[in-house]
């Protein structure tokens, strides 16, 4: 069984050098990224990017064992540590969107970057699920929001009509904004003084259902934006693989995290 599981550990470290190797060769002509195969270029660096982040937590599970207690040992280091991951995640997001994709090596250092990052923020969640002897429902998650990203991807490469981007927009935003709202209301009530745990436990749990529906759509979107921007896509400055692939990757990370909360009430 060690053996079995040890194997099937090097499965995503696997998946990373192949994609790794094979994006090499499809999305640059002389160190300058070309807008032929941007959709399959922009889903290699997704596909690394989802590997890399596995095989990060994986690795850092190993030796780190006790990172979770470690860094957040008191309210004070958790606060610091979110508040520097976040402004982390914004910061990098930011980059980048903003980098030139003709800056290749400054793109994927910030790239890289932000994945790591996302996955320190990460960790202390699947730790503590590890440590608790869920990593099954932690495999079934994983498998269950890649069967939800391949089956909502098809349908918009199938029928991408049903997307409308510049529709979407607007109501996408206001349904991030109404989600991130509603995870700062059990804060609030406990900074009031009325903190209930059964009340917390089941606010983020229909939180995390309404999540999970959010994000789908959100996922629908940024598929129908990569169809249309490979159709845009004339000169080398326009071929942002990176940029692509993040939309996407940050679409299935937050699917998978609120997939998550089912864990709740089960």
Known sequence: ??????????????????????VQSTSYVNGV??????????????????SLVVT??????????????TVYSSLISLIIVLIVHIVLLFYLRYLIDTISPLEVKKKLATWLLYIINLTLFILPTLQ??????????????MLLTLGMTVAL????????????????????FI?????????LIPIFTCLAGVCNNSFINSWYYYLAILGVIIFCFVLLYYTKQVIENADKCKKPEDADYMKESTNLFMAIINLFLNLLGRKRRS
């Open 56 to 69: 990060l937590t994986l690795f850092m599970n190993i030796i780190m064992p006790n990172y979770t207690e």
């Open 128 to 141: 503590r699920m590890i440590k608790n002897k869920e990593g099954g429902f932690i495999v079934s998650t």
């Open 1 to 22: 069984m060690d053996m079995r599981n040890s194997l099937l550990q090097l499965v995503p470290l696997a998946v990373l050098i192949g994609s790794s190797a094979t």
């Open 153 to 172: 991807s098809l349908l918009v490469f199938i029928k991408p009509d049903l997307v409308k981007t510049q529709t979407w927009a607007p109501y996408i």
């Open 33 to 50: 990224p070309t807008c032929e195969n941007y959709i399959l270029n922009t889903y290699l660096f997704l596909t690394i990017a989802l």
């Open 175 to 183: 349904a991030l904004l109404c989600l991130v709202l509603g995870l």
